[in-house]
């Protein structure tokens, strides 16, 4: 969904895209483990009806939850892992 709205020019965390305060970001944001969950799992997402880490799912999710449409542009990598602040 945010990816759709991103490739048309429009911004997913807009009130037009706000429903009782949640946004598309909200809802991706609640498929992500944060920090109840093992250490080495945190930041990644999942697919609704497990909770069990995807890299598929945190794949496709990162851009979208980063703002970036696809195709996401080359890009400078980086060494350092990021972190969950629990």
């Known amino acids: 969904m945010i990816q759709t709205l991103l490739a048309e020019g429009?911004?997913?965390g807009s009130a037009?895209?706000?429903v009782s305060?949640?946004?598309p970001y909200t809802a991706l944001a609640s498929y992500q483990l944060g920090c109840s969950a093992p250490?080495?799992?945190r930041?990644?997402?999942?697919?609704?009806g497990s909770t069990?880490?995807?890299?598929?799912?945190?794949?496709?999710a990162v851009p979208a939850a980063a703002g970036k449409a696809?195709?996401?542009g080359e890009t400078l990598l980086s060494?350092?892992?990021p972190t969950v602040a629990c």
């Open 16 to 18: 037009s895209w706000t």
């Open 21 to 23: 305060g949640s946004t």
């Open 79 to 81: 060494n350092s892992n």
């Open 10 to 12: 429009l911004r997913p």
């Open 39 to 41: 250490v080495a799992n």
């Open 70 to 72: 696809l195709p996401v």
């Open 52 to 60: 069990t880490p995807s890299v598929i799912a945190t794949v496709q």
């Open 43 to 48: 930041g990644s997402f999942y697919y609704p």
